[in-house]
Every structure is written in structure tokens, then in C-alpha cells.
């Protein structure tokens, strides 16, 4: 298949998706991270994106709807500008997740994959982001925080608030 | 591959190294239960029922997915097993309604039959299950999610075998669910394939639902009344007041041509047969000229009574006969016998939708053996598709194409003037002008001016053409020298085979018996019957009749006296306009008061082909047997019709079909090669060890005759009883000289007219099918609404065929 003519896509990230589906043997092989691209500049995955999605490697919708659901980091639908992501799997559980996740729900005033009315923060308890080591641990968007406590949870969070001195990486 | 000796149960096995341990055990007889596993489909292992113990392994191992090998030791059945089995059992029914009473699929599911084998009698869950309503996704599909097993069957079958993937999985683990594609419906083939695969009653057809039960019916195999496929379907009938009503169809026991298959039609489109405005009784037309019911006896009096006025004042050269492609060969035997010996007339034909005349003649000696079954298509090593669009015409034959791709890793050459679906099966496509088939094959044979010629064009070519064998399917786009062309070029091959695609179940066997004006059956020329003038009892008329089109040229001229059509809708099919007819006295034999009956002066209600025995010949030349399933009080068959309406103009019915003893013992030969020889029928039947039939109206009489006297008809071995069995049988057209370019006189008219017929459609008689309705109803209404295109509700696209196939 060509390369879509008319895109969704920034100029960048399309010509990246025209490179993409050559590399592998089938071009659905590379239909995992042209998701999470396209969900980290577009924001989610709507109807419009999975359409181009499909077609650029040449499935239907639905079998691109199928991979979506089947990945809880690909979302249909946007989320917060951060995206804070707690993990209660075990050893963070040991060492204090749960309460950061319950902290969490207090400060922000949202339940689990809900996001805040200002669209700044969504919130997902997740399982083990692999960093037991400096449990316990909490990813917003792709950025990693380790070894946290409430307070210093609560301090995160005001930090993003107010966008102070902290880097957006992206990746919602 | 080599075959390794394995141990199952004690028993010494051999299969071929790398066979499925689940289908070795099959073949031996011992059966291992399954959920997910599907012959032909790809492997799941989700569902963990076919766990066996393999000597020497520390797990039990998946038998769907277990390779044998040289000296392997299983146990399929152990307490085990059995508990491991059970404990399967009682997680797939964690959540699963146990109301087997009151589910559709009760009496015929698997997981009902796996949990009296192997289920505990009590769950240990105990939490609130989780109710979900049955949706409707489609007219024929309905999904009950709790009471789905997550085997992913449909998936995969509505993937790979159709190549529709309009059912997916969303979701994971215990929240996956199957999925429709259009979100909460289906755009899809309608084919009911996911429904009759699926192992328990989640996916349900909206035909059938909640209607009956499985133990309820009688299940008849027969052959389905649409395209020139001819899938074996199976009927399932249930006694109604007034005869018997079809309440289903399908294919569940696989014996059939078309194995697992059937389209829309088959499995759906039988309703006509049960609908109210069926014709029950006979229609005349009184003086005032309007159709009034009348007793069979009247009917039948009053049609051989100007039958025999108008061929002696007129002559049979002014009486026209057309028959049909739904009627049985024993039938259209049957019916040109009648024409010819009774009427006194050639004139002859029927709706022709693919040349056989000039296929047969095409063939000849050279390409004695040459002629394709239907079971090739599943099977080839490589195919060129010449024409035609399988998809909507030939839905079983593009079925096996892709199952051959898929399978077979088999080669598809495409040539067509527009995209079909099957080319995402392609090895390769060769796109030409719409009036470009004959340059095509031109170009094929090496003429590189015929078609404008580029590298992708020679590359086609050069693949094709270094095939070692080749089945080579033509299209109606080909007929009477075209054909010929085709042959031609297939012949010159390394190895090629042919079939020729027509429409209609009895299309070929319409040719074959000689519903033609020209030929008669077996094609030999109506100017050298040979040996049949004897047969027949008295002479034959010799000069070529009129066809279809010059039959009503004549009626519009007032020259045609009689017109006596069966089961065929010529006015609406060939645009006739009334007036035309004005002055002919017209017989209909029909289940519904058509374009053609409405004109009629006599109509007689006709049983269709699922209310009848006989024989039907599919486009490829594979004989099937027909049986009786439906039945409507008040209808005749055609072939009943025609013996009666025959005896009653005088002729004897021992001579139009052969029943009882002597039938030729008063032909008193005297003189000559065949005096002496009184019953040669009697002896043909001793000889091939059959009983004489007892009835005129015994269709097998009539099959019996064919078998003697039809060249390509004659009884092969094994034929009858395998025909009997409900087998198919692949009929070689005859190479007699009768079918030599020598006889063929002057160039035959082009009469051949497609039925364009879609996955939805079926000429007159799909116009009788609500279930067909209300589909390409909800395709036109979901054209309109979102700007598809209703009758390819498949995009183009890279295929899950193309993609194994890659991969
Ligand atoms: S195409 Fe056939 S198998 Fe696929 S969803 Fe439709 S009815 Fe089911
Ligand atoms: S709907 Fe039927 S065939 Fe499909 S996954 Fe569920 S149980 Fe299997
Ligand atoms: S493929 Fe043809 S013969 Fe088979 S079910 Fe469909 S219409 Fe009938
Ligand atoms: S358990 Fe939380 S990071 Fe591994
Ligand atoms: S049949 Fe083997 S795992 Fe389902």
C-alpha cells in the first residue's frame, strides 16, 4: 500500500509511519507502536486514527480495535495531560502503594481511570512498572518516580500543577 | 511424510510424521474432546479439553496442538484426565448459564455433551453471574455472550475461510469477548458459518432460532436449489398441516463437495418453499380471461387437451417449450423427450448462462479426462480464474480457493477487467479491458500485441505458464469460439484442466439433457440422433428448433400456437412484453404466480427442488443425488406433470419412461442387428444389477435411462451406489464424435445470458426468499445511510489469507 496521501498525522510522525510498516516481514507487525505514537501525539485513539491506522497496515478496524483493547496503555479515549499511573502490585504494596494510590484519589477528587474536570491529571492504578527495586512507584506519562512517600506524592503533584521546573516528556 | 509408529491407549498407531496427535487418534477412532480445535482452521489451544498424558512429559500436552513422532507413548483417558478435564469443564461453566432447556443450542452442543462426560455435577463458584443481553448483529446473527466459550471458532472461521474478518476478540483474559465489526452489528457475507461452528448456542441464526428442537426434525441431505456450486445441505423438516415444513439448513455433517461450507443461500434461502403465496392449486383461464383455481384433473385436461388440438391443426413446429435450470436431470430428461417424441417439436431451450455446448465441443478427444470437479478447486496446485467473480457467483468454489491458498500454499492467477475479492488471494492479478477476455488469452498463449503489454503483464504470464499443472476456471465471458480459445491454450500446457462457470444448480445438467434446440442430450446433434430414433420409438424431428429468442420472435409473429415453459421466468428475464404472447396458449408449470405465470392460460403449482428426488449435474460436471425434504399439499413435480400431461395427449408413459417389465418387447424389430433383443432396457438394467422401476412417475426410471442411453451419463463404477450414498460424482463430458467441431454445423448463436446473481440475489426465485430480502434490504438501507456499497460490504485490502500465506 502507498503511503496515505491525506493523514491525521503530523508531517514528521506520518512520514515515520510510511518507514514503519516497511520494516517488518508483514506491515501489521508494526501495528503496536504506531498505536502508542499515535496515541502519544494525538492524544487517543479515536475512530478517525484507527481508521488511518488500519488502513496504512492494511487490517480492518475491528482487528485494530481488537489489539487496542487488548492493551491496557492504549486508550480510546483522551486522558489527563498527565497521566499518573500508580502501581500497587506487590512489592510496591508492600512498601506503601496502596496509600499512595488512596492519596492520590483524595488530592486529585477522581476514582481510578477517571480524569480531573481541568483535563490536567487522569488516574490509573497499574501493575508492576518494573521498579521494584525503588518501590514504591508511580509513572506519570513516561517519566518514572521512585521511592515515594504521600508527602513527597503530594509534592510531585503540585509540582506538575504548576509545571514547575519539571520537563513534560510527553506521552500521554 | 515418512509415517512414525506411536502408541495411543495400548494401541499401535501410524500416521504420517507431524500429524496432529487429535486428528491421528480421529483417524484410528478414538475420539479426544475439543473446544477450540477446528480442522483446517488455525491452531487456538485456548480451551484445554484435548489435554493427554504424554509418556515421559511432565505436563499434560494440548492433542490439538501434539505433533506425532516415531515411538511416542499417550494416554487419552485416565482419572487423571478426566479430573483435568472436568476442572475445564467447570471454569468454562463459571459464568455460563446452565439453562441447557431453554438454550437454542440444547441437544446439539458440545459443551453440553462434554459436561455429562466429564462435568461435576456442582460448582464451587458461587458468585452472582453476569448477565448479558442477547443482541441481534445481522437478519441471520444473533450473539448470546454469556453463553460463549471464548473458542474463537467464529473468528477464525469468518477470518481464514471467509476472508471477511468481520468477528474479532476484544478485550483479554476473562473479559475478552467476540465482537462484531461494525460495532454492534454486522456487515459481513451473511453466510451463518460462525453460527454453525460454534460449538454451543452463543452465536444463533435468526432463521432457525428458538423455533424447534434439533431431535424435532427429520434432517434430509440434498442439493441446494441456488448457484451452480451445488452444496450438499441438509434439511431439517418438520410434518406441517399441510405436508412438511423446512425449518433449516445446514452442513453440520461435513460429507458433502462443499465439506464445512455454505453461503447464505444455502443455508438460509430455502423460505420460498414455506411461503403463503405458494401456488397450491391450478390456475385456468376462464372466458373472461382472468386465472381462476381449477382441480388438477381440469388443469391437467385442459393443457393436454389444446396441447394435442394445436400440434395437429398447427404442428409441432409451432409449439415452443422452455425448461428450467432448478429442475432435476431426470426431469429436464424428461422434458425434452416430451418435447421432441410427443409435442413433435426441437424447439427447445432454456435460460442459458454459460456455453457447455461449446465447452463439450471444445474439449473433444484431446481433451478427453481434462474436465475439472469441483473437489479441485480445494486442492489444485495452481488456478487461473479467467472472468467471473467466485465471490458472489461461486461462493463454494471461492471457498476452496482460498482454503487452497491457505492450506495448499496454492497459486492464483486472476484475470478480470474489474477488482474481485478473491485477488487478496492473488499470487498475481492481470487487470484488462472489460472487452479484453479473448486478447487475454492471446496474450497468454505468447501474442504479446494483444494485449497492451507490460513487465507485470509478461511476469504473469511467465509464472503462469511455468506451472507444471494448472485448473483453469472460465467465466460466462466466454462462450461459443472464445471457449474454444481457452481450451485451445489450456491444452497447449504442460497440464491443464478446465471447468466453465455457469449460474443455477441445474444449469449443466439443463445442457447435458438437452434443453436445447439444437442438440440433444449428451449434445449430439439433433441431425444424427443414431441410435435414439429407436429408442424413442418413432422418429425424431431432425432440423434444428428455434431457440429462446426466436421463440418469442415467433410468438410475436402469431406463429407460435403453444408456449409450455417449466419452472423459468422468460418474460422478466428477456424484457418480453405481453402483447407478444397474446396468441399463444401458454402452460407454467411454478411455485409463484411470476411475470411468465401471469400470462399463462393454464398454471400448474410446481414443487421445487427440495420437494423432489432426482439427480442434479453442478457446473463442474460432479452428479448429485436430490432428495425429497419438503412438502406442499396441492404441487406436483414436473416430472410428475409432464407423464401425466403426456399420457393424456396419448402418448404411452412406458415409452416416455421405463417402468415395469418388456418395455421394448412391443417395438417388434423383426429384422436387422437388434432383432431378437426384446427389452434392451431390461437388459441394460440385469447387466448393471438394477430392479426395473415400478412407477411412471418414478424419477429413477428416468435416471436409469440417462445412465443407458446419455453419452457422459454412463454408469461409472461404484456410480449408483455411491450417488445413492449422497456422493458426488464427476461426470467427463463425452468425446464422442457427436461432440466433434465436424457436427457442429453452423456457428451456434450467442444466447448466452449471465445471471449476475450476487451472494444476495438468485433470479426469480430469491425474489421469494424474505430471509434474502430483509438482508440486501439492510445493505441498501446501510448503503444509503453510510455510503458503502451494500453488496461488498468487504473492502479490498491485504487478506488473512494473503498474510498466512506471507507469513
Ligand atoms: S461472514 Fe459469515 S462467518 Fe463472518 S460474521 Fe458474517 S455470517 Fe459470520
Ligand atoms: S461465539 Fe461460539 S464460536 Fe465464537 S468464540 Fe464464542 S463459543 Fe466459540
Ligand atoms: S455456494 Fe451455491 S450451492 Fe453452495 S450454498 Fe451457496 S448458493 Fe448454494
Ligand atoms: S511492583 Fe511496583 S514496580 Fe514492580
Ligand atoms: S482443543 Fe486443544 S486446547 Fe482446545
Request: glycine share 10%.
Amino acid at each position: 500500500m502507498s503511503a496515505e496521501t491525506q493523514t491525521l498525522f503530523s508531517p514528521g510522525l506520518a512520514a515515520r509511519f510510511d518507514r514503519m510498516v516497511t520494516l517488518y516481514p508483514q506491515r501489521r507487525s508494526a501495528l503496536v507502536p504506531m498505536l502508542l505514537y499515535a496515541q502519544d501525539e494525538m492524544g487517543a485513539l479515536n475512530d478517525a486514527v484507527i481508521a488511518e491506522v488500519a488502513s496504512r497496515v492494511g487490517i480492518s478496524e475491528l482487528e485494530v480495535r481488537n489489539v487496542i483493547s487488548y492493551y491496557s496503555m492504549l486508550h480510546t479515549k483522551p486522558r489527563g495531560k498527565y497521566h499518573v499511573q500508580v502501581c500497587t502490585n506487590i512489592s510496591c504494596m508492600l512498601r506503601g502503594g496502596n496509600e499512595l494510590f488512596a492519596r492520590c484519589k483524595e488530592k486529585l477528587k477522581i476514582e481510578n481511570r477517571e480524569t480531573t474536570p481541568d483535563g490536567l491529571f487522569s488516574l490509573e492504578e497499574v501493575e508492576c512498572i518494573g521498579a521494584c527495586s525503588w518501590a514504591p512507584a508511580v509513572q506519570v506519562n513516561y517519566d518514572f518516580h521512585e521511592n515515594l512517600t504521600p508527602e513527597s506524592l503530594d509534592a510531585l503533584l503540585d509540582q506538575y500543577r504548576t509545571q514547575n521546573g519539571l520537563a513534560d516528556r510527553g506521552g500521554r | 511424510m515418512a509415517d512414525v509408529t506411536f502408541t495411543v491407549d495400548g494401541k499401535k498407531l501410524t500416521a504420517p510424521a507431524g500429524t496432529l496427535l487429535i486428528e491421528a487418534c480421529r483417524a484410528a477412532g478414538i475420539a479426544i474432546p475439543q473446544f477450540c480445535y477446528y480442522p483446517g482452521l488455525a491452531l487456538q489451544a485456548a480451551c484445554r479439553m484435548c489435554l493427554v498424558r504424554q509418556e515421559k512429559v511432565g505436563k499434560l500436552q494440548t492433542a490439538c496442538t501434539t505433533q506425532v513422532a516415531e515411538g511416542q507413548v499417550f494416554t487419552t483417558e485416565s482419572p487423571e484426565i478426566a479430573q483435568a478435564r472436568k476442572a475445564t469443564v467447570e471454569l468454562v461453566l463459571g459464568n455460563h448459564p446452565l439453562d441447557c432447556p431453554v438454550c437454542d443450542a440444547g441437544g446439539e452442543c458440545e459443551l453440553q455433551d462434554m459436561t455429562f462426560k466429564y462435568g461435576a455435577g456442582v460448582s464451587l463458584y458461587t458468585e452472582a453471574k453476569q448477565h448479558r443481553e442477547e443482541q441481534q448483529w445481522s437478519p441471520v446473527v444473533f450473539f448470546d455472550r454469556p453463553r460463549c466459550i471464548l473458542c474463537y471458532r467464529c473468528v477464525r472461521v469468518c477470518n481464514e475461510g471467509m476472508d471477511v474478518a468481520a468477528l474479532g476478540v476484544q478485550s483479554r483474559g476473562v473479559t475478552s469477548v467476540i465482537a462484531p465489526n461494525m460495532g454492534d452489528h454486522l456487515e459481513c457475507e451473511e453466510c451463518g458459518n460462525c453460527i454453525d461452528i460454534c460449538p454451543v448456542g452463543a452465536l444463533t441464526s435468526g432463521t432457525y432460532r428458538y423455533k424447534t428442537r434439533p431431535w424435532e426434525m427429520n434432517h434430509v441431505s440434498t442439493i441446494c436449489t441456488h448457484c451452480a456450486d451445488g452444496c450438499k445441505t441438509t434439511l431439517g423438516v418438520r410434518s406441517a398441516n399441510y405436508g412438511a415444513e423446512i425449518i433449516r439448513g445446514d452442513n453440520r455433517d461435513r460429507s458433502g463437495i462443499n465439506g464445512d461450507f455454505l453461503c447464505i443461500k444455502g443455508r438460509y434461502a430455502f423460505d420460498f418453499a414455506n411461503r403463503p403465496d405458494r401456488l397450491t392449486k391450478p390456475l385456468l383461464r376462464d372466458k373472461d380471461g382472468q386465472l381462476k383455481e381449477a382441480t388438477w384433473e381440469q388443469a391437467l385436461d385442459r393443457t393436454a387437451g389444446r396441447l394435442r388440438e394445436l400440434r395437429e391443426s398447427r404442428g409441432g413446429g409451432a409449439i415452443g417449450v422452455i425448461g428450467s435450470n432448478r429442475t432435476t436431470n431426470e426431469e429436464n430428461y424428461l422434458l425434452q423427450k416430451f418435447a421432441r417424441t410427443v409435442l413433435g417439436t426441437n424447439n427447445i431451450d432454456h435460460h442459458r448462462t454459460a456455453d457447455y455446448a461449446a465447452f463439450v465441443r471444445a474439449l473433444g478427444e484431446r481433451g478427453r479426462g481434462r474436465s475439472a470437479s469441483l473437489r479441485e478447486t480445494a486442492s489444485a496446485p495452481a488456478v487461473l480464474l479467467l472472468g467471473n467473480d467466485p465471490t458472489q457467483e461461486h461462493p463454494l468454489a471461492a471457498w476452496n480457493l482460498r482454503t487452497d491458498v491457505r492450506l495448499n500454499q496454492a497459486r492464483l492467477y486472476v484475470v478480470n477487467h474489474t477488482p474481485i475479492k478473491l485477488e487478496r488471494q492473488a499470487t498475481a492479478t492481470l487487470r484488462i479491458p472489460q472487452d479484453g477476455y479473448g486478447n487475454a488469452i492471446r496474450f497468454l498463449a505468447g501474442d504479446d500485441t494483444a494485449l497492451p503489454a507490460d513487465d507485470a503483464g509478461r511476469g504473469f504470464r511467465d509464472a503462469l505458464r511455468a506451472e507444471p499443472s494448472l485448473l483453469i476456471l472460465f467465466g460466462s465471458e466466454y462462450r461459443g469460439a472464445g471457449v474454444a480459445r481457452v481450451i485451445e491454450f489450456g491444452l497447449g500446457l504442460a497440464d491443464a484442466r478446465f471447468a466453465c462457470l455457469g449460474d443455477y444448480v441445474n444449469s449443466r445438467g439443463a445442457a447435458d439433457m438437452g434443453l436445447l434446440p439444437d442438440l440433444l442430450p449428451g449434445y449430439l446433434p439433433v441431425s444424427k440422433p443414431g441410435g435414439l430414433v429407436e429408442e424413442y420409438g418413432g422418429a425424431l424431428p431432425q432440423t434444428p428448433g428455434m431457440d429462446l429468442i426466436q421463440i418469442f420472435d415467433a410468438a410475436a409473429r402469431g406463429d407460435l400456437a403453444a408456449l409450455y415453459v417449466v419452472g423459468s421466468n422468460p418474460v422478466l428475464r428477456y424484457g418480453i412484453a405481453p402483447e407478444t404472447l397474446k396468441n399463444t396458449f401458454i402452460v407454467v408449470q411454478e411455485m409463484f404466480l411470476t411475470e411468465t405465470a401471469q400470462l399463462a392460460d393454464v398454471v400448474l403449482p410446481a414443487a421445487n427442488l427440495y420437494e423432489k428426488s432426482g439427480t442434479v449435474t453442478n457446473t463442474f460436471g460432479d452428479q448429485q443425488l436430490v432428495n425429497k425434504a419438503g412438502d406442499l399439499a396441492g404441487t406436483r413435480s414436473d416430472f410428475e406433470m409432464i407423464v401425466r400431461i403426456a399420457t393424456k395427449m396419448g402418448a404411452d408413459a412406458k415409452k416416455l419412461v421405463p417402468y415395469g417389465r418388456g418395455v421394448r418387447a412391443d417395438m417388434g424389430q423383426s429384422r436387422g442387428a437388434q432383432s431378437g433383443e426384446a427389452d434392451r432396457h431390461a437388459v441394460w438394467l440385469a447387466a448393471n444389477n438394477l430392479e426395473p422401476k415400478l412407477s411412471p412417475l418414478d424419477p429413477f426410471a428416468v435416471l436409469d435411462e440417462i445412465e443407458r442411453l446419455v453419452p457422459g451419463y454412463e454408469p461409472q463404477a461404484g456410480g449408483r451406489a455411491e450417488l445413492m450414498a449422497g456422493n458426488d460424482i464427476h461426470l467427463e463430458p463425452p468425446s464422442a464424435p457427436a461432440a466433434s467441431s465436424a457436427d457442429a454445423g453452423p456457428a451456434r448463436r450467442d444466447l448466452v445470458l449471465p445471471a449476475a446473481d450476487t451472494l444476495f440475489t438468485s433470479g426469480t426465485l430469491g425474489r421469494y426468499s424474505e430471509k434474502l430480502n430483509s438482508v440486501l434490504e439492510a445493505y441498501t438501507t446501510a448503503a444509503r445511510t453510510t455510503g458503502r456499497d451494500g453488496l461488498s460490504p468487504v473492502a479490498a485490502g491485504e487478506s488473512a489469507g494473503e498474510r498466512d500465506r506471507r507469513a
